[in-house]
């Protein structure tokens, strides 16, 4: 539907000659509890000046059905005045007053205002998400983020239940079956910002409160919310903890008062994201409540979600980009900052080594795509904006404001932001505001290191060159820099030596800057050739690094010896990057795992290295030596299990790498037990979540029945149950269940975002990729009627979901590439999905071709 699609070029027109004043929203949404019921009213009354009298505009709306169109008191005709896509109002005068009444569709797609019925008690639950465009599928709005205004919404809901918005509720009074809640206006905000929450929410209430320069004292309200039936499991203390370490620190650092009044905080269910920073009103997914045992880097990536949300409060709320262009400028920052907090404020002092073991992979992996682009991005249009929330936006981007941070050093930088906070607040900025306000503060000129680092795409390779003397000494250390253009590169190089106890410990450290192809280091000639040459030890650059030979010997007997965890964590993921790319046998990676794993002390990373060498196996792995190498993991599995401390993360950790791995009669009969209660391990507790991903094990293996399957969801009737039981149907390795799944979800639109997913999972599972290989020529059938039909979130999800990813063979290479040659002017963001996908593929054969010799 290229109607839906609003381009850059056409924002620009509307922001030129328009200016809003304020926008009251009434919605009206008594109906949600009647499952009948498909829409809810919409009422929008929005105030705007024109400087360009008589002329024509149009407001952004995807509705059913427009009731009412009035402007400055002048009845339109909704049929002549709406297309489906957008309202159009001609004859504008220099002030005008625009209503429009429209019945707008509950959304089960995540988009919009989506709608949930608990399968637990059934309570139905209301909450929206409009980043990037998504406000007009709610009310009438100009939706684009430079056309800021002050919001006021009323809405009627049934009278059991709560609501929740931007600003707070200032008064609620009773009409018929519904009361209706008033709302604070907001300060002026982007239409993607706001947000209501409606339903019988469980609420926890706190505040917080800090004296401010001036003497005065600033109040914040706290609440946290999450569904009725999850209270139980709501540890509202640990959330809002983590908030109040958070509002402590962004007030030390910004200098620039909270400015939305309250801070609500709703867990929601069903949600796409992660989490979005709705000013006074943000939304997290629900499965940051646990209802299981969940490991500790669970707990320290929620409190980075916090953390990252409540930075954008400043940046991306007070102040935001002008158009999706400059993304970046909220999400590398939020990113960036959500780190920098949790270090600093929070008991989760690890978090620059989860940011440079997993944050950064998915940097890495996104930015060697073929469809890379600079941080700073080229956005034509809303379906370009929507898939560029990617690991470029997010995570390279915080790595280059990390090593900017560097750069001009942490008191100009935090200056620098103080000043941009201040000078444009409540306003729109493009990259040189924010890069003004830098030099200033630093007195230095960025122009380059914006030019190198925002400007280009790619990721750089360093490799140490080493070469030493008959006493082995070493005579010159070189860093050969590779892959696209050279960029300048503060960059530390650790050495590393056995200690007297046999460990591996850094002996010395320099840090040096590497600009062009071949950086000579002099000042490490004439020391002895250590065991391990680490270039960017202590993550100071964004780089792919190899090692020498020599030093690859010693990783290769003694890689967890390294004692530093960030430098272990750096070395892994340079392990990783070399099995990807085909030079590191993928045997070689999953021998590493199968010994060194075991002794890891970080759980995230640990839980990253089970991940990777889970992917490792299925994709990149020789095919003649899959099963060997599942073994080889399953076996691991099982003896790490029964090594871990009872009760421990590390245990935990290990009984679901083993239902990952499981293949073996007796690792499935094992997996059976636990189930039955028949088999046991001491202090592992198997609670629902673990139950679910056994299941999942027996089901891969065909080892569940459906009765079986259903009768633990009777035991968990759940949200969380139905998505894993969906999942579980799906992955049953019979012709009928893949028909089934892919039914589902192509053949109807009637799922709901979540069970979309878990179909998809459940077919994509890997170890019967025979029963899916048929689907490849299906799959590119249907794109483009999927691309048309479906809302651009589900569109993403079925077209990345589907691909052929598993089907790792020639064949399919060539299906990919045919369709693309064949679909040269599919839309953009559609290509994007399957060149991805593509290289993807390509990069699997590589990487089993080092593997098969
Ligand atoms: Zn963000």
């Given at each position: 539907?290229?109607?839906?699609?609003?381009s850059?070029?056409?924002?620009?027109?509307?922001?030129?000659?328009?200016?809003?004043?304020?926008?009251?929203?009434?919605?009206?949404?008594?109906?949600?509890?009647?499952?009948?019921?498909a829409?809810?009213?919409?009422?929008?009354?929005?105030?705007?000046?024109?400087?360009?009298?008589?002329?024509?505009?149009?407001?952004?709306?995807?509705?059913?059905?427009?009731?009412?169109?009035?402007?400055?008191?002048?009845?339109?005709?909704?049929?002549?005045?709406?297309?489906?896509?957008?309202?159009?109002?001609?004859?504008?005068?220099?002030?005008?007053?625009?209503?429009?009444?429209?019945?707008?569709?509950?959304?089960?797609?995540?988009?919009?205002?989506?709608?949930?019925?608990?399968?637990?008690?059934?309570?139905?639950y209301?909450?929206?998400?409009?980043?990037?465009?998504?406000?007009?599928?709610?009310?009438?709005?100009?939706?684009?983020?430079?056309?800021?205004?002050?919001?006021?919404?009323?809405?009627?809901?049934?009278?059991?239940?709560?609501?929740?918005?931007?600003g707070?509720?200032?008064?609620?009074?009773?009409?018929?079956?519904?009361?209706?809640?008033?709302?604070?206006?907001?300060?002026?905000?982007?239409?993607?910002?706001?947000?209501?929450?409606?339903?019988p929410?469980?609420?926890?209430?706190?505040?917080?409160?800090?004296?401010?320069?001036?003497?005065?004292?600033?109040?914040?309200?706290?609440?946290?919310?999450?569904?009725?039936?999850?209270?139980?499991?709501?540890?509202?203390?640990?959330?809002?903890?983590?908030?109040?370490?958070?509002?402590?620190?962004?007030?030390?650092?910004?200098?620039?008062?909270?400015?939305?009044?309250?801070?609500?905080?709703?867990?929601?269910?069903?949600?796409?994201?992660?989490?979005?920073?709705?000013?006074?009103?943000?939304?997290?997914?629900?499965?940051?409540?646990?209802?299981?045992?969940?490991?500790?880097?669970?707990?320290?990536?929620?409190a980075?979600v916090?953390?990252?949300?409540?930075?954008?409060?400043?940046?991306?709320?007070?102040v935001?980009?002008?158009?999706?262009?400059?993304?970046?400028?909220?999400?590398?920052?939020?990113?960036?900052?959500?780190?920098?907090?949790?270090?600093?404020?929070?008991?989760?002092?690890?978090?620059?080594?989860?940011?440079?073991?997993?944050r950064?992979?998915w940097?890495?992996?996104?930015?060697?795509?073929?469809?890379?682009?600079?941080?700073?991005?080229?956005?034509?249009?809303?379906?370009?904006?929507?898939?560029?929330?990617?690991?470029?936006t997010?995570?390279?981007?915080?790595?280059?404001?990390?090593?900017?941070?560097?750069?001009?050093?942490?008191?100009?930088?935090?200056?620098?932001?103080?000043?941009?906070?201040?000078?444009?607040?409540?306003?729109?900025?493009?990259?040189?505001?924010?890069?003004?306000?830098?030099?200033?503060?630093?007195?230095?000129?960025?122009?380059?290191?914006?030019?190198?680092?925002?400007?280009?795409?790619?990721?750089?390779?360093?490799?140490?060159?080493?070469?030493?003397?008959?006493?082995?000494?070493?005579?010159?250390?070189?860093?050969l820099?590779?892959?696209?253009?050279?960029?300048?590169?503060?960059?530390?190089?650790?050495?590393?030596d056995?200690?007297?106890?046999?460990?591996?410990v850094?002996?010395?450290?320099?840090?040096?800057?590497?600009?062009?192809?071949?950086?000579?280091?002099?000042?490490?000639?004439?020391?002895?050739?250590?065991?391990?040459?680490?270039?960017?030890?202590?993550?100071?650059?964004?780089?792919?690094?190899?090692?020498?030979?020599?030093?690859?010997?010693?990783?290769?007997?003694?890689?967890?010896?390294?004692?530093?965890?960030?430098?272990?964590?750096?070395?892994?993921?340079?392990?990783?990057?070399?099995?990807?790319?085909?030079?590191?046998?993928?045997?070689?990676?999953?021998?590493?795992?199968?010994?060194?794993?075991?002794?890891?002390?970080?759980?995230?990373?640990?839980?990253?290295?089970?991940?990777?060498?889970?992917?490792?196996?299925?994709?990149y792995?020789?095919?003649?030596?899959?099963?060997?190498?599942?073994?080889?993991?399953?076996?691991?599995?099982?003896?790490?299990?029964?090594?871990?401390?009872?009760?421990?993360?590390?245990?935990?950790?290990?009984?679901?790498?083993?239902?990952?791995?499981?293949?073996?009669?007796?690792?499935?009969?094992?997996?059976?037990?636990?189930?039955?209660?028949?088999?046991?391990?001491?202090?592992?507790?198997?609670?629902?979540?673990?139950?679910?991903?056994?299941?999942?094990?027996?089901?891969?293996?065909?080892q569940?029945?459906?009765?079986?399957?259903?009768?633990?969801?009777?035991?968990d009737?759940?949200?969380?149950?139905?998505?894993?039981?969906?999942?579980?149907?799906?992955?049953?390795p019979?012709?009928?269940?893949?028909?089934?799944?892919?039914?589902?979800?192509?053949?109807?639109?009637?799922?709901?975002?979540?069970?979309?997913?878990a179909?998809?999972?459940?077919?994509?599972?890997?170890?019967?990729?025979?029963?899916?290989?048929?689907?490849?020529?299906?799959?590119?059938?249907?794109?483009?009627?999927?691309?048309?039909?479906?809302?651009?979130?589900?569109?993403v999800?079925?077209?990345?979901?589907?691909?052929?990813?598993?089907?790792?063979?020639?064949?399919?290479?060539?299906?990919?590439?045919?369709?693309?040659?064949?679909?040269?002017?599919?839309?953009?963001?559609?290509?994007?999905?399957?060149?991805?996908?593509?290289?993807?593929?390509?990069?699997a054969?590589?990487?089993?071709?080092?593997?098969?010799?």
């Amino acid at each position: 539907m290229p109607g839906k699609n609003l381009s850059r070029d056409e924002a620009q027109q509307r922001a030129d000659v328009l200016s809003v004043d304020s926008y009251r929203i009434h919605l009206d949404v008594t109906s949600a509890v009647d499952p009948a019921a498909a829409t809810f009213r919409s009422t929008t009354t929005v105030e705007f000046r024109s400087s360009a009298p008589g002329s024509a505009t149009f407001l952004d709306l995807l509705a059913p059905t427009v009731r009412a169109v009035s402007l400055n008191g002048r009845a339109l005709d909704p049929a002549a005045a709406f297309d489906g896509v957008r309202v159009t109002v001609d004859g504008l005068a220099e002030r005008n007053v625009l209503v429009i009444e429209a019945d707008c569709a509950y959304s089960r797609t995540g988009e919009g205002l989506h709608r949930f019925v608990d399968p637990a008690d059934g309570e139905t639950y209301l909450y929206t998400h409009f980043e990037p465009a998504d406000a007009r599928r709610v009310f009438a709005t100009f939706e684009q983020p430079d056309l800021k205004a002050p919001y006021t919404f009323t809405v009627t809901a049934p009278a059991a239940w709560d609501v929740y918005s931007n600003g707070a509720d200032e008064s609620v009074e009773t009409e018929g079956d519904g009361r209706i809640w008033h709302f604070a206006t907001t300060r002026p905000i982007s239409s993607y910002l706001t947000a209501v929450v409606a339903g019988p929410y469980h609420v926890v209430r706190d505040s917080y409160s800090r004296k401010l320069a001036d003497g005065t004292t600033l109040e914040i309200p706290l609440a946290a919310t999450c569904r009725k039936s999850l209270a139980r499991y709501f540890d509202a203390d640990e959330i809002l903890t983590v908030t109040k370490q958070g509002l402590d620190y962004f007030h030390e650092e910004f200098d620039y008062p909270y400015p939305f009044g309250k801070y609500d905080q709703c867990f929601v269910p069903e949600y796409n994201i992660g989490a979005m920073e709705n000013p006074g009103c943000v939304t997290f997914r629900e499965e940051f409540v646990f209802r299981s045992k969940v490991t500790d880097a669970a707990y320290e990536g929620r409190a980075n979600v916090i953390l990252h949300e409540m930075a954008h409060m400043w940046f991306g709320d007070l102040v935001t980009m002008k158009w999706w262009d400059d993304l970046w400028l909220k999400e590398s920052f939020a990113d960036f900052m959500g780190s920098y907090a949790q270090v600093a404020a929070t008991r989760y002092r690890s978090a620059w080594i989860t940011f440079a073991n997993r944050r950064k992979a998915w940097a890495y992996r996104q930015d060697q795509f073929p469809t890379t682009h600079p941080i700073t991005a080229d956005i034509r249009d809303l379906e370009d904006a929507k898939l560029n929330f990617d690991g470029i936006t997010y995570a390279k981007g915080a790595s280059v404001l990390k090593q900017l941070v560097a750069y001009v050093g942490r008191d100009a930088f935090f200056d620098g932001v103080r000043q941009y906070f201040k000078r444009h607040a409540f306003g729109n900025t493009v990259l040189g505001d924010l890069l003004g306000a830098l030099e200033e503060t630093s007195g230095r000129d960025l122009t380059a290191w914006a030019a190198a680092w925002l400007q280009t795409s790619g990721v750089n390779l360093l490799t140490p060159q080493v070469t030493v003397d008959a006493e082995g000494r070493i005579t010159e250390l070189a860093v050969l820099q590779d892959g696209g253009t050279p960029r300048p590169h503060r960059l530390a190089i650790g050495l590393y030596d056995r200690d007297t106890d046999g460990s591996l410990v850094r002996t010395h450290r320099v840090e040096i800057d590497v600009t062009g192809a071949r950086t000579v280091v002099a000042e490490l000639a004439g020391l002895p050739r250590p065991a391990l040459v680490l270039l960017n030890d202590d993550d100071l650059t964004y780089c792919k690094i190899r090692f020498d030979d020599h030093s690859l010997e010693t990783l290769r007997s003694s890689l967890g010896d390294i004692t530093d965890p960030l430098a272990r964590a750096l070395t892994w993921s340079a392990v990783w990057n070399l099995t990807r790319d085909g030079v590191m046998p993928t045997r070689d990676y999953l021998s590493l795992v199968e010994r060194f794993a075991g002794t890891e002390s970080q759980i995230g990373v640990l839980q990253s290295l089970h991940q990777q060498a889970r992917g490792a196996l299925s994709l990149y792995a020789a095919p003649e030596r899959r099963a060997e190498g599942g073994r080889l993991l399953a076996e691991c599995a099982l003896r790490e299990l029964r090594a871990a401390a009872p009760g421990s993360d590390h245990q935990l950790a290990w009984a679901r790498f083993l239902a990952h791995t499981a293949t073996g009669t007796e690792h499935l009969q094992l997996v059976g037990g636990l189930l039955a209660g028949t088999a046991r391990i001491d202090g592992l507790e198997v609670d629902q979540e673990l139950r679910w991903e056994l299941w999942l094990t027996l089901a891969c293996a065909g080892q569940a029945t459906e009765a079986r399957l259903r009768a633990e969801l009777a035991q968990d009737n759940t949200a969380s149950g139905k998505q894993h039981l969906t999942h579980c149907l799906a992955a049953v390795p019979t012709a009928e269940a893949k028909a089934a799944a892919w039914s589902a979800v192509i053949d109807s639109d009637e799922l709901p975002n979540a069970l979309v997913e878990a179909q998809i999972a459940g077919f994509a599972q890997p170890d019967r990729r025979d029963l899916t290989a048929g689907y490849t020529a299906r799959y590119f059938d249907v794109l483009e009627t999927v691309w048309a039909q479906r809302s651009i979130e589900i569109a993403v999800k079925i077209v990345g979901g589907f691909f052929p990813r598993v089907q790792t063979d020639v064949q399919t290479l060539a299906a990919a590439d045919t369709w693309l040659t064949a679909h040269p002017d599919a839309a953009p963001a559609l290509r994007r999905l399957v060149l991805e996908g593509r290289d993807d593929l390509a990069r699997a054969l590589r990487a089993q071709a080092c593997d098969q010799v």
